[in-house]
Nanobody, 130 residues
Framework: QVQVAESGGGLVQVGGSLRLSCTASGLSFGYWHMGWFRQAPGKEREGISCISSIGDRTYYAASVKGRFTISRDNAKNTLYLEMTSLKPEDTATYYC???????????????????????WGQGTQVTVSS
């Protein structure tokens, strides 16, 4: 059974930084691309950053590009999201998502699709106060 768990959320002031972590078990971690999605209050879930299985390719949504950095440590079965220059509009629940099946398309295409069939963590709350 695949289990995904995020950590690292919290309350931060505008301009501050946070690092989110995600661990996944029950799968061959280094085999899968994966990503970070978020859901802000009153809005739909959206993919914001994804990374290939070995970390050689990344995707960022325009809203976070240049401020967020995704990375992974396959030896530790851990995915990271380094968030800097945080804005109030970054306030959201952040989810780590692992595919439930292989995907032959572009990483960006997978990242832009919200698919409940994938494995989602329980989410971690990030609140940016002004």
């Amino acid at each position: 059974q695949v289990q995904v768990a995020e950590s690292g959320g919290g309350l931060v002031q505008v301009g501050g930084s946070l690092r989110l972590s995600c661990t996944a078990s029950g799968l061959s971690f280094g085999y899968w691309h994966m990503g970070w999605f978020r859901q802000a209050p009153g809005k739909e879930r959206e993919g914001i950053s994804c990374i290939s299985s070995i970390g050689d390719r990344t995707y960022y949504a325009a809203s976070v590009k240049g401020r967020f950095t995704i990375s992974r440590d396959n030896a530790k079965n851990t995915l990271y999201l380094e968030m800097t220059s945080l804005k109030p509009e970054d306030t959201a629940t952040y989810y780590c998502v692992v595919p439930s099946s292989t995907y032959a398309g572009q990483l960006g295409s997978w990242c832009r699709e919200v698919n409940d069939d994938n494995h989602w963590g329980q989410g971690t709350q990030v609140t940016v106060s002004s």
